[in-house]
């Protein structure tokens, strides 16, 4: 098997930067690559970017607006367009919004409290590079923790979303008033998601629970080989 090429971005304000790229070593066995913001190349011949989660710029203007602004952005939209699979996790999935990688916007939450604990989801696409590794339908248990997690698209965008399979996972319970409950969303290639929760957070019995280890496993066997 050939070695895993991975990058973590990260942003000013970034918190979940170190966690994610300890994730990515641990299942690949290949510690990533740590970007800088302000870089404008990315390393090459990568097979997986990350957006980690965080306040990337305090959050000012709107959650990931000025981040999808930084120069590396550049680098990713180039990469993702080529077919570079790209995760956003938290902050990131909003700054694939703000970046138009990804259809809707990540608002303030419902109730206007930061959740932080656990959630269940339900894998809703278990077809891509990302969640093959879940059956359909499965439940699994993962982290969240966000103040602007309510996933909004307009009706025609949302419809366009479920008739092409392209909502990933979905909260089995109310959360933060996502509409139609969803959790996390890939583009039209499938080799971008973005999801609120955290499964970084979720990949060895001492985090509580291993349920996201098998997105990260997914990856990595769908890209390098088992």
């Excluded at 990337?56 to 930084?70: C, I, P, Q, T, V």
Aim: net charge negative; with cysteine; proline share 5%.
């Amino acid at each position: 098997m050939k070695a895993f090429r991975s990058a973590v971005i990260t942003f000013p304000g970034s918190n979940c930067d170190r966690d994610m790229a300890d994730a990515l070593e641990k299942v690949s066995g290949t510690a990533p690559f740590r970007v800088w913001h302000g870089d404008a190349e990315l390393p090459a011949g990568l097979d997986f970017i990350a957006l980690p989660g965080g306040f990337s710029y305090g959050d000012y203007l709107r959650s990931g607006a000025m981040a999808a602004r930084s120069p590396i952005m550049q680098a990713v939209i180039a990469a993702a367009g080529k077919g570079v699979p790209v995760l956003g996790v938290c902050n990131g999935f909003q700054v694939l919004t703000e970046a138009g990688l990804l259809p809707g916007a990540l608002m303030r939450n419902a109730g206007i409290r930061f959740v932080c604990r656990e959630v269940a989801l339900t894998v809703a696409n278990n077809q891509s590079l990302f969640t093959s590794g879940y059956a359909a339908g499965e439940r699994i248990v993962v982290p969240v923790a966000h103040h602007d997690g309510n996933y909004f698209a307009d009706a025609a965008t949302l419809d366009r979303l479920e008739g092409e399979g392209r909502v990933a996972f979905r909260y089995a319970e109310a959360v933060n008033g996502s509409a139609r409950d969803i959790a996390g969303v890939l583009n039209g290639t499938g080799n971008v998601l973005g999801m609120m929760p955290h499964p970084e957070r979720a990949i060895e019995p001492a985090h509580g629970g291993t349920d996201g280890r098998a997105l990260f496993e997914s990856a990595v066997k769908g890209l390098v080989g088992a």
